[in-house]
């Protein structure tokens, strides 16, 4: 560790001898202690002994966080990072994305949790309805409830209708899309066939009830909840 740190530093003198003003780098060292954690879960880094260390360039770009990371395979020294920061310089560098790993969905699930990966391919080019909830369900006990509504949501829908209509579940601390930013959760956007680029959101005062009167105004053809009803006929068929 050591060696990184004394490389590191020479390349952030390199960097403030001859990148002046608009081009000069903030360089910072930060250790993997119990209260640098969220630090590492904002920049997308593993803080096991095995990942580290880990160089990431970072810039604010119209109020969203950009990151960029080193590839793993390359080692880490005064020439790779100094060619690092030119990179990065130079637009030469791809936009790091945090990312969970993709899960694995059973045929017919209609509640599915998103990861950054996986969010193009499942949500925008599926032909499939997509209702999705962006939460942090970490630190918000508000998502909670929420994820709770979505919950029972799915359960009144049958897995028949997953071939036409679906629910996404994805945490934001851990997942980030491109050309996405969610700047308050929690945020609910419903992505229709054909619609995909222009989600309809649901915002303010979320209760079950609005959630079922959001879906039956912008998917009434669907009939999503066509068996649920049913079965309420009948029960209440079988009391008289």
């Given at each position: 560790?050591?060696t990184y740190l004394s ?43 095995s990942s580290l260390p ?32 030119s990179d990065f310089l ?151």
């Open positions: 560790m050591t490389d590191f530093k020479a390349a952030a003198k390199r960097n403030k001898d001859e990148d002046l003003y608009s081009d000069r780098l903030i360089f910072m060292f930060v250790a993997n202690y119990p209260e640098n954690e969220e630090i590492f879960e904002i920049f997308g880094v593993n803080s096991t002994p880990t160089p990431v360039l970072a810039t604010i770009n119209r109020g969203e966080l950009l990151k960029f990371k080193m590839e793993e395979t390359t080692k880490i020294d005064r020439e790779s990072i100094n060619a690092f920061v130079e637009g030469k560098l791809q936009r790091y994305l945090k990312s969970e790993e993709v899960p694995h969905y059973e045929e017919g699930q209609i509640l599915r949790k998103i990861v950054g990966r996986n969010f193009g391919d499942e949500v925008l080019r599926q032909p499939v309805n997509y209702l999705v909830l962006f939460c942090d369900f970490l630190h918000s006990k508000v998502c909670n409830v929420t994820k709770n509504m979505f919950e029972e949501v799915a359960k009144s829908i049958p897995p028949s209708k997953a071939s036409v209509f679906r629910i996404g579940l994805i945490e934001v601390r851990k997942n980030e899309i491109e050309n996405l930013l969610i700047e308050a959760v929690p945020e609910i956007k419903l992505y229709r066939i054909g619609r995909k680029a222009t989600p309809a959101p649901l915002k303010n005062d979320i209760s079950l009830d609005r959630i079922y009167q959001f879906l039956d105004v912008y998917l009434k053809e669907l009939k999503l909840f066509e068996a649920e009803e049913n079965k309420k006929e009948e029960q209440i068929l079988s009391l008289g």
